[in-house]
């Protein structure tokens, strides 16, 4: 067989583009060739299984109980932290302690500690100089709780769900927004254990109060413990920035039910903008548990910490509709009485 060499440049431009054409398809297989050890059934699994283990393990962790310390280290204005939550509760009461000690360009920061507490007679606000020295009331509140903390309150939760979210958005919203899209599932042997790597898309709009700025990246997965994150390494971008970000479990523990809680973990976020760069540490070791038994009533008030009960705080009002109730229970037993009163005269008149 002869084959024609072009001639014109009409047949030279039609050759270019059939060669074109025939790269573009060389590539797309091998692109999908990366792809052949993703699994169906896995990912069916994953689909099946995840979304319902993350909720139940969400519900499990808002018992929770302990101390949480974070390390953060900055390259952008040498920043080094450190914070500490302490967080206990039981059906009337829970306390919220937070430490926070901050050094810029070799300087320290004032160093925060505060307590937030609530029982059900009164909410409380502590605060102290130093580690060492003693609580002194700042504010005490009749009714509810103090306006700082939910607030502090929700990035101990963010914490205690570490391995349930993706950054600060529950994995539960992320997989079930439109943007999400699971391209590979696989298993995978990770620090020597059988786990699930899961490759995602998620290329939403920037929303500075809502879901996160992940457009993408790799979940490590441990379908035996709730599918829980045990690594993640992902991908960002803001209005103005882009980042990468890699979080490590490091070491494991369980509570309660058989619940999987971090010891350890580590984060590593790395942020670039037009003329400039930061690199973050983030360092977490956790001391978490579900108590078999709360602590009692009296961890929640001012005597816990050496302090006096409040006084003069005026009295709880009676609700209005305690009144009423009240008055309808009276005005129930007054009837029966005088109904009687009048059938007994009744039946005394016609004998």
Request: include cysteine; glycine fraction near 6%; aromatic fraction near 10%.
């Amino acid at each position: 067989m002869q084959y024609a060499v072009p001639r014109t440049s009409h047949q030279w431009r039609c050759l270019a583009a059939f060669c074109t054409a025939l790269c573009v398809l060389c590539s797309a297989e091998c692109a999908f060739g990366d792809d052949k050890s993703s699994s169906p059934d896995l990912m069916r699994r994953f689909q099946q299984e995840a979304p319902g283990r993350w909720e139940e393990y969400a519900q499990l962790a808002n018992q929770l109980q302990g101390r949480l310390t974070f390390n953060v280290s900055s390259t952008n204005g040498d920043v080094k932290a450190q914070n500490i939550l302490a967080f206990k509760a039981n059906e009337k009461g829970k306390t919220l302690e937070i430490s926070r000690e901050m050094k810029a360009g070799g300087k320290s920061r004032t160093p925060i500690w505060r307590l937030e507490g609530r029982n059900p007679d009164y909410g409380f606000v502590l605060q102290k100089t130093a580690i060492d020295a003693p609580w002194v009331v700042s504010a005490l509140i009749r009714d509810g709780l103090p306006a700082t903390f939910e607030a502090d309150m929700q990035e101990w939760t963010q914490a205690t769900k570490l391995l349930v979210n993706l950054n600060k958005e529950p994995l539960t919203t992320v997989i079930r927004r439109p943007y999400f899209k699971a391209i590979s599932c696989r298993e995978i042997n990770y620090e020597g254990e059988n786990l699930v790597e899961l490759v995602f898309d998620y290329p939403h709009p920037f929303d500075e109060q809502g879901s996160s700025a992940v457009e993408g990246g790799t979940l490590i997965l441990d379908p035996q413990r709730f599918w829980c994150v045990r690594m993640f390494d992902v991908r960002e971008k803001g209005p103005s920035w882009r980042t990468t970000s890699k979080l490590q479990v490091l070491e494991l523990t369980t509570t309660g039910p058989n619940l999987p809680i971090p010891k350890r973990a580590s984060q590593v976020t790395k942020v670039v903008w037009d003329g400039g760069r930061n690199d973050k540490i983030y360092e977490y070791d956790f001391e978490l548990e579900i108590p078999r038994s709360p602590p009692s009533d009296k961890a929640f008030t001012l005597p816990a910490f050496g302090l006096a009960e409040p006084a003069g705080l005026p009295r709880k009002s009676v609700p209005l509709f305690v009144w009423l109730a009240i008055a309808g229970a009276v005005c129930l037993v007054l009837g029966a009485v005088c109904w009687k009163i009048r059938r007994n005269r009744v039946r005394a008149a016609l004998a």
